[in-house]
C-alpha cells in the first residue's frame, strides 16, 4: 500500500509564499508522474503542477506558471510545489498524486489517470 503525505500548508498573506511537500511511503512500480491539483469547495479538482519522474519534465497551469515551481527528490521519494506570489484565488485544498502511464502535457491533469492520492492540505492566502 503505497501513501502520499502532504506537508507545508497553512495560511498567508497575498504576495507570499509557501512550500508544499509530498512524501511517498514506496517506491511506486511504474510510476512516471507525479501531479499537484487543488479543489475549491464545489468545484472540479484542476491540476496545477505536474512532473515526469523519469524526465523531470513540468508542465503548469496557467495561473501557476511563472509562480509556481515543482520539483523532485527521487531519492527521497518526495516532490515539491515552491508557490511564490500568491493570491486569495490559490486558496484552496492541495493535492498530491502519483501515477503510472500518463501521458506528457496537458493529459497529466487528468484526474482519473492517477492511482494514488494524499489526503491534501489547506492553502489559505488573504487579502
Known amino acids: 500500500q503505497v501513501t502520499l503525505v502532504e506537508s507545508g500548508g497553512g495560511s498567508v498573506q497575498a504576495g507570499g509564499s509557501l512550500t508544499l511537500s509530498c512524501e511517498r511511503s514506496a517506491y511506486v512500480d511504474g510510476l512516471n508522474y507525479m501531479a499537484w491539483f487543488r479543489q475549491v469547495s464545489g468545484k472540479e479538482r484542476e491540476g496545477v503542477a505536474s512532473?515526469?519522474?523519469?524526465?523531470?519534465?513540468?508542465y503548469y497551469f496557467d495561473s501557476a506558471e511563472g509562480r509556481f515551481t515543482i520539483s523532485q527528490d527521487n531519492a527521497k521519494k518526495t516532490v515539491f510545489l515552491q508557490m511564490d506570489s500568491l493570491k486569495p484565488e490559490d486558496t484552496a485544498m492541495y493535492y498530491c498524486?502519483?501515477?503510472?502511464?500518463?501521458?506528457?502535457?496537458?493529459?497529466?491533469?487528468?484526474?482519473?489517470?492517477?492511482?494514488?492520492w494524499g489526503q491534501g492540505i489547506q492553502v489559505t492566502v488573504s487579502s
Open positions: 498524486a502519483a501515477g503510472v502511464g500518463v501521458p506528457t502535457g496537458h493529459f497529466s491533469f487528468d484526474v482519473w489517470r492517477y492511482k494514488y
Open positions: 512532473i515526469s519522474a523519469v524526465s523531470g519534465l513540468t
